[in-house]
């Protein structure tokens, strides 16, 4: 029996495309590049921000660290609100907290960004932790997602859920050892797409209410 369960944002709980690929193309620009196409752009949602400009771009190292910091200044300043919560979201939201679900959101953006962003959207006060990576340290998926669990003082990870909509959220909670479930909504999982079922990987979604059955 799952009690708790561990969020992806971007591409899971909130639609954050628009204030991502604004904010990329005006860095692109500031460096004297180019906008980036549609495909360049769907690989801005998911990873680490210095992977996104070194994959997604071809960015030469040097420039990484200075698009990096052009990036997230230019996002602080408005366009990490560019989001929309995906329908269905609050009620599901809502129907695992009467159902005394602990929730946890764990994030590749910024700690202090996200929780911005929840509270903004209207969904900070549903989740019992909010975990997120820093500047100071470089944090994978999968220790964003111990550190949600230190938080809810999970000792049985059996009992875990973690939902997302990429392939890094699923290698960070098979890197931990907790269940995994899909949504194609998002941007990493291509709409239709049905993950393989295996070990800690119980299925894909394409409905929010459909995660119930997993309980």
């Known amino acids: 029996?799952?009690?708790?369960?561990?969020?992806?944002?971007?591409?899971?709980?909130?639609?954050?495309?628009?204030?991502?690929f604004a904010t990329a193309n005006y860095t692109m620009r500031e460096l004297g590049y180019e906008e980036l196409s549609d495909a360049q752009l769907r690989k801005f949602v998911?990873?680490?921000l210095a992977v996104c400009?070194?994959?997604?771009?071809?960015?030469?190292?040097?420039?990484?660290?200075?698009?990096?910091?052009?990036?997230?200044k230019e996002y602080a300043k408005g366009n990490m609100y560019l989001g929309e919560v995906y329908p269905g979201i609050v009620d599901l939201l809502t129907t695992?907290?009467?159902?005394?679900?602990?929730?946890?959101?764990?994030?590749?953006?910024?700690?202090?960004?996200?929780?911005?962003?929840?509270?903004n959207k209207g969904l900070f006060n549903y989740f019992d932790t909010i975990r997120g990576s820093s500047t100071e340290l470089l944090l994978s998926k999968a220790d964003i997602i111990e550190l949600a669990l230190e938080d809810l003082h999970i000792e049985d990870t059996s009992k875990v859920i973690m939902v997302g909509d990429t392939p890094h959220d699923l290698?960070?909670?098979?890197?931990?050892g907790v269940d995994f479930v899909a949504?194609?909504?998002?941007?990493?999982?291509?709409?239709?797409?049905?993950?393989?079922?295996?070990?800690?990987?119980?299925?894909?979604?394409?409905?929010?209410?459909?995660?119930?059955?997993?309980l």
Not at 60 to 71: R, T
């Open 96 to 119: 695992l907290k009467t159902r005394n679900i602990s929730l946890g959101v764990a994030t590749l953006k910024h700690e202090d960004v996200a929780i911005e962003i929840l509270k």
């Open 171 to 176: 290698d960070g909670a098979l890197s931990v």
């Open 46 to 48: 998911g990873p680490p």
């Open 1 to 20: 029996m799952h009690n708790t369960i561990i969020f992806d944002l971007d591409g899971t709980l909130v639609d954050t495309s628009k204030g991502i």
């Open 183 to 214: 949504v194609d909504w998002g941007f990493g999982f291509q709409k239709g797409h049905i993950l393989e079922i295996a070990p800690r990987v119980l299925g894909t979604i394409d409905k929010e209410e459909q995660l119930l059955r997993y």
């Open 53 to 72: 400009f070194r994959v997604a771009c071809g960015l030469d190292e040097e420039l990484i660290l200075p698009a990096c910091d052009i990036y997230r």
